[in-house]
């Protein structure tokens, strides 16, 4: 075999986190010659999953306050001495996203057979906390998402009822005349403000309507609102009754990105964990006839020549950072998956939104952004049965550890119907803050640089554009072939991996 510094390289991708790994899918079949480093020893960058081990150490080396731009910083373990089960018997997330069944990316994965080696598991209801009153103690209602939810729901008045439905009839047609031009003079307004002028929605329906765009500061406009609302219901019932939005079993995007790495290796790509980029410099050309132009020194000291280069950036350069707070509780939260839906499959995951005001730090200083918990139970291969983990997160700020830290004890609290929150209910806890970008590529010549991946709790397809420019550059103008992006052939047999395993 040709030894890697003699090889001609195609592309050199660094980083197999969901971006690079979804490109080294779509280069899967391409013929090209593919170089696959990470300076990590796992797969799946910042979307990566960890056993308890892989969590602590990972923590330990992402300590730092992040004030160097780090997309990761504030990292801290704490555990209970005992309850744990064995610790690799967790996969906890770094950054659990939601896929909604009308996503690109779960087309994009059918289209390139790659969905079936994951498993998709349903994301259930979503629930907001309703903090204590002198009348009740703290509550998580359910938020209705359908005709018939908004029927069958008790709580909401029957008035309010009717200016729901008007308002979720919009939303299945917002784009079309004559409802655009309802909301076009409206486009960058905030969307609470428009649900009241315009459909008389009061407080508590805003705040739902809010909670399902998952927005992270709760400051959604208008058009985004009603595209991300939009996506929601039109995913309803897509792959199923009763659901919207799917999360791979196992870690979520983590089993995407390695999913993607698999079927580029069958294609022959060639794999180095531990490997990351020292040098990048551009090649003499004494030989017209080569086309190479970059000549990469890896960490390994090894000399490697490619004609392209395609990376994920490595500093924040955005302003908009989160703080992550996940817990693993032996709590009982089976009563979050109860089954709403006749004939639905048994939810895996549930979405709780603490809107902003509704939890305080124990100096009385209340939230000022929303906190989302995604509860997952031991569905997704997270943790032990009997166990869950719940991921929460919020808009970082002085506070929001102790924000999080609270909404995680009232939200077992309110599960448990007790009125006061225990002060330890977890068994493990790995909080953390991250830093997020906005999809889009910059290419500079021959290298690519993939941004940070965003911080939102639902994936956003426009990665994927990211993902098929950066595809576009490798191809350039050698896709002779015609490849069309992402669609494949069956393999005889199916049996791709039948080489890899
Ligand atoms: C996805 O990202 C784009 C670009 O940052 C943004 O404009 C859009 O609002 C996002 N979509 C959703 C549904 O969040």
């Known amino acids: 075999m040709e030894s890697l510094s003699d090889t001609q390289w195609d592309v050199v991708i660094s980083g197999t986190g969901l971006q690079q790994s979804l490109l080294a899918l779509a280069l899967s079949r391409s013929g090209k010659n593919i170089l696959h480093v990470d300076p990590n020893d796992y797969y799946g960058g910042p979307e990566a999953a960890f056993s308890l081990p892989e969590a602590d150490e990972w923590a330990e080396r992402h300590r730092a306050d992040g004030r160097d731009g780090s997309l990761f910083a504030g990292a801290e373990v704490k555990r209970e001495a005992d309850g744990l089960a064995s610790p690799r018997a967790y996969t906890l997330a770094l950054a659990p996203q939601l896929i909604h069944s009308r ?38 209602s359910r938020i209705p998402s359908t005709r018939e939810d908004v029927f069958s ?19 299945l047609d917002f784009d079309s005349e004559p409802r655009t031009d309802v909301w076009h003079p409206h486009t960058d307004e905030p969307l609470d403000v428009f649900l009241a002028s315009q459909f008389k929605l009061d407080s508590a329906l805003q705040s739902y ?52 790495c698999r079927a580029a290796a069958v294609g022959g790509a060639v794999y180095m964990l531990g490997t ?6 551009k090649a003499q050309s004494e030989d017209a006839q080569t086309e190479a132009n970059l000549e990469i020194e890896l960490t390994n000291d090894m000399v490697v020549n490619t004609k392209r280069l395609v990376k994920g ?39 709780v939104a603490f809107p902003a005001g509704s939890v305080s730090t124990e100096e009385g200083k209340s939230s000022e952004y929303p906190v989302y918990a995604l509860v997952h139970s031991s569905d997704t291969g997270e943790c032990p049965s009997g166990q869950f983990v719940i991921y929460l997160t ?82 350039g103008g050698s896709n002779e072939e015609g490849d069309e992006y992402m669609k494949f052939d069956d393999r005889e047999g199916g049996n791709d991996d039948d080489a890899f395993d």
């Not at 729901?153 to 939303?171: D, E, G, Q, Y």
């Not at 990351?276 to 410099?281: A, E, F, L």
């Open 153 to 171: 729901n008790t709580a909401i008045p029957a008035r309010s009822k009717r200016s729901l439905m008007k308002f979720l009839k919009f939303v």
């Open 276 to 281: 990351g980029i020292k040098h990048v410099r």
């Open 209 to 260: 309507i809010i909670t399902l765009t998952l927005s992270q500061d709760g400051k959604v406009s208008v058009k985004d609102g009603l595209t991300t609302i939009h996506r929601h219901l039109t995913s309803m019932g897509v792959f199923g009754p009763g659901f919207a939005a799917v999360y791979p079993k196992w870690g979520g995007l983590s089993e995407v990105a390695q999913v993607g």
């Open 103 to 140: 996503s690109k990316l779960v087309s994009q994965l059918v289209d390139s057979k790659a969905f079936r080696h994951i498993e998709f598991l349903a994301v259930g209801s979503f629930f907001i906390y309703q903090p204590p009153s002198e009348a009740s103690s703290a509550s998580l």
């Open 313 to 351: 950036s490595e500093q924040s350069t955005a302003s908009q950072r989160i703080s992550r707070l996940t817990a693993v509780t032996k709590s009982d939260f089976s009563s979050l998956f109860e089954l709403q839906t006749e004939g639905a499959p048994i939810p895996a995951v549930t979405v």
């Open 394 to 475: 919020t808009v970082h700020d002085a506070s929001s550890k102790s924000i999080l830290e609270k909404a995680l004890s009232s939200l077992v609290a309110a599960v448990q119907g007790d009125d006061e929150a225990s002060p330890s209910p977890c068994i493990y806890q790995l909080y953390y803050d991250q830093c997020g970008g906005t999809p889009s590529l910059v290419v500079d010549d021959s290298t690519a640089t993939f941004p940070l991946p965003p911080v939102d709790l639902a994936f956003n397809d426009s990665i994927l554009d990211t993902v098929q420019e950066a595809w576009n550059m490798v191809m």
